[in-house]
């Protein structure tokens, strides 16, 4: 089985603080994906990886920013976090499926609170 | 650019009752479309996905899609909805090699 881990199931944090959220795949995946998930508003593509040390912005890039050195691992980073980043983060990896899949699997989130 | 939308953000059923849950698309390219479900305070879990071939896709835990293009829909059912399907319900679209672009959610629940 594909398994997505994240490096927190919850975390506070200062207004300003520089915030570090963990992705890790298990599967060699090439493709990883950071979303954010708030009320109403279903999941917002953050940031995306096609390759190791490769980015592309997604849908709500500003305030955050990635990093991705090995193909395992995809980093989100809050720079300097403020309360409207308070959030719920969902990391995804995407490979093949039997060859001809585009299913992305997710990991369990990382609920962020910014006080 | 592709769209997502859910027709209903919340579906209130009694157990055993039938269930479906809207999905339409909007896209110019031929897409892929998938439904996740979340439980609470989890990650999102694959129910289906069509991808090619036949339009009615069948997925886990008794649930089921048909894909009509002309309509540009992907509506999920279930013949007889259990307490435990109780959860938020996520449909989403993606062109190849993109990434998935979700529908704001549908919130399934189930009561005896």
């Known amino acids: 089985d594909v398994k997505v881990t994240q490096s927190s199931r919850y975390l506070v944090k200062r207004t300003g603080e520089k915030v570090f959220l963990e992705c890790v795949q298990d599967?060699?995946?090439?493709?990883m994906f950071w979303y954010r998930q708030d009320p109403g508003l279903g999941l917002r593509l953050i940031y995306f990886?096609?390759?190791?040390?490769?980015?592309e912005k997604g849908d709500i890039p500003e305030g955050y920013s990635v990093s991705r050195e090995k193909k395992e691992r995809f980093s989100l980073i809050l720079e300097s976090a403020s309360t409207n980043q308070t959030s719920m983060y969902l990391c995804?990896?995407?490979?093949?499926?039997?060859?001809?899949?585009?299913?992305?699997?997710f990991g369990p989130g990382t609920r962020l609170l910014v006080l | 650019a592709q769209s997502v939308t859910q027709l209903d953000s919340q579906v209130p059923v009694f157990e055993e009752a039938p269930v479906e849950l809207r999905c339409n698309y909007s896209?110019?390219?031929?897409?892929?479309l998938f439904w996740y479900v979340q439980y609470p305070n989890q990650g999102l879990q694959l129910l289906l996905k069509?991808?090619?071939?036949?339009?009615l896709v069948k997925g886990i835990n008794g649930f089921e899609a048909e894909f009509n293009k002309s309509q540009t829909s992907f509506h999920l059912r279930k013949p007889s909805v259990h307490i435990s399907d109780t959860a938020e319900y996520f449909c989403a679209v993606s062109v190849a090699g993109t990434a998935l672009i979700f529908g704001k959610g549908t919130t399934l629940s189930v009561s005896s």
């Open positions: 069509y991808l090619s071939g036949s339009t």
């Open positions: 599967m060699d995946h090439e493709n």
């Open positions: 896209s110019s390219v031929s897409v892929y």
């Open positions: 990886s096609y390759d190791v040390k490769m980015k």
């Open positions: 995804a990896s995407r490979g093949w499926d039997r060859g001809t899949d585009e299913t992305q699997y």
